[in-house]
């Protein structure tokens, strides 16, 4: 599950955001770890993420479900995943889950610099680094970065570049507006860590680049 | 997937939400293209189909189809690791498992991503590239070994020539000073892909997250650059006293 770190886009977007992961070890702590995790699920709820939702039950923040079905759900090495849309809830979060001290490993995706200064800040020592050397291979290929941006939020390629022009479309048309628009972008991803929030801001930007020709 | 005609009224809802562009017009009606489709599930889970004519085909986890919807699918959970996902667990558990040590270096070669998935013909050249590197050192737990009929040279089952999938990823466990060959060794058959692969590296941190300079310089050494972003084990993971089973 590398799928948070090829995120792409504006450095000022970037910094905004934080991808967060509960994860337990096959092995290691996934016995008994029920009771940890749905803490840790209740918790990280209570900081207000942009999106989120747990392996058990696939569906994310707006997806109508509600929060006492997630946490019934959870089970032993059931998986917490999330986004925050600043530091500050990053770090608030990540103080809390220091308190608990459940010894779940938990993951953040982010800017590195920024992720260092939340740390020091939230007095933990960051034990591992998964770099991006970036892509390889036949790039013309790609979707242009303007789309990327948007489908690289969901790294298991859920998002289709299609999905994103067809939203942008009906945005133009009057369809829908920026937030219905960044919704429906985020329902393909099963892990829950698409920033609607983000994606209004991406189309806002866009959207008078783009001429439709269907209305 | 497939889509049944006698209940398809047209609207073209699904077709954007695939992946692979593989839902078109046939006539009036939408069509699954099966030989683009990675079984990913996606137009299913979306429900944008007003009329349920969506649906899982009855051959998705026949061999060597399965392995489309083993390693395109996240939800799905791939047989051979039990794991929901394309690889293994890779640095996200890495301080309660500590398998990957201060000495040691972790790759990672997410092929097929970002977005555009791979078939098993190009992943055949980077695992024969890297088989003629001499670099055989893949993760015992990672479902690429499943694919690999011959670890010496490289080749894949022969079965599989015909899939694709939306990423899989190869993961290698080396001491660092065998990371310069295999960067290199990717670099050069980043030349023969009809398709894209990331790279990942995964180290061990060293206090206030600094990243190793031996890591660093070897990275650069190839020619590579990192991205500002990254992903990061905040270290608060530990293994419970008693043995698990």
Not at chain 1, 31 to 36: A, C, H, I, L, W
Request: proline share 6%.
């Amino acid at each position: 599950m590398t799928h948070s770190l090829h995120r792409e886009g504006p450095i000022d977007l970037l910094e905004r955001e934080y991808v967060l992961f509960v994860y337990p070890a096959r092995g290691f702590n996934y016995e008994g770890s029920e009771p940890k995790i749905r803490r840790l699920a209740e918790l990280i709820y209570t900081q207000k993420p942009a999106n989120m939702l747990v392996s058990t039950l696939r569906k994310n923040l707006y997806s109508g479900v509600k929060p006492e079905e997630w946490f019934a759900s959870i089970k032993d090495g059931a998986k917490v995943y999330c986004v925050f849309n600043n530091r500050e809830q990053l770090k608030k979060a990540l103080t809390r889950i220091k308190e608990k001290d459940e010894g779940i490993s938990i993951m953040v995706s982010g800017l590195i610099d920024r992720v260092r200064e939340i740390a020091a800040e939230a007095g933990l020592h960051p034990h591992t680094i998964n770099l991006s050397l970036g892509i390889q291979g036949n790039k013309d290929r790609l979707p242009p970065p303007d789309i990327r941006q948007f489908t690289t939020m969901c790294g298991h390629g859920m998002v289709s570049p299609k999905l994103v022009r067809d939203v942008i479309r009906r945005i133009k048309t009057g369809k829908l507006d920026f937030w219905e628009g960044s919704i429906i972008l985020a329902s393909p991803c099963t892990c829950g860590i698409v920033n609607p929030y983000r994606s209004a801001e991406m189309l806002k930007d866009l959207i008078p680049l783009y001429t439709v020709n269907q209305l | 997937m497939l889509i049944r005609k006698e209940r398809c009224v047209g609207c073209g809802r699904c077709q954007p939400y695939c992946p692979a562009g593989a839902i078109y017009f046939e006539e009036i009606k939408s069509a699954v293209d099966q030989e683009k489709c990675y079984e990913c599930g996606t137009c299913l889970r979306s429900q944008i189909c007003p009329v349920e004519a969506i649906e899982e085909s009855p051959q998705v986890y026949d061999y060597p189809r399965a392995l489309r919807k083993y390693f395109s699918d996240p939800n799905a959970t791939h047989a051979l690791t039990g794991i929901a996902g394309r690889g293994t667990e890779e640095s996200k558990t890495n301080d309660a498992t500590n398998r990957v040590g201060p000495d040691d270096v972790g790759i990672a070669i997410e092929v097929g991503r970002p977005t555009m998935g791979m078939d098993l013909t190009n992943i055949q050249k980077i695992t024969r590239a890297m088989a003629k590197a001499g670099i055989t050192a893949i993760e015992p737990e990672n479902p690429f070994n499943d694919m690999i009929l011959d670890s010496q040279t490289g080749d894949l089952k022969p079965e599989l020539m015909g899939e694709r999938v939306l990423s899989a990823i190869m993961e290698i466990k080396v001491k660092r000073p065998d990371l310069g060959p295999i960067l290199r060794t990717l670099k050069e058959v980043a030349k023969e892909v009809d398709s894209v692969f990331c790279v990942d590296v995964i180290t061990r941190l060293e206090p206030g997250l600094t990243i190793p300079l031996e890591v660093i310089k070897t990275i650069e050494a190839e020619g590579f650059t990192w991205r500002p972003n990254a992903k990061i084990n905040m270290g608060i993971g530990r293994a419970n006293k008693r043995k698990e089973s």
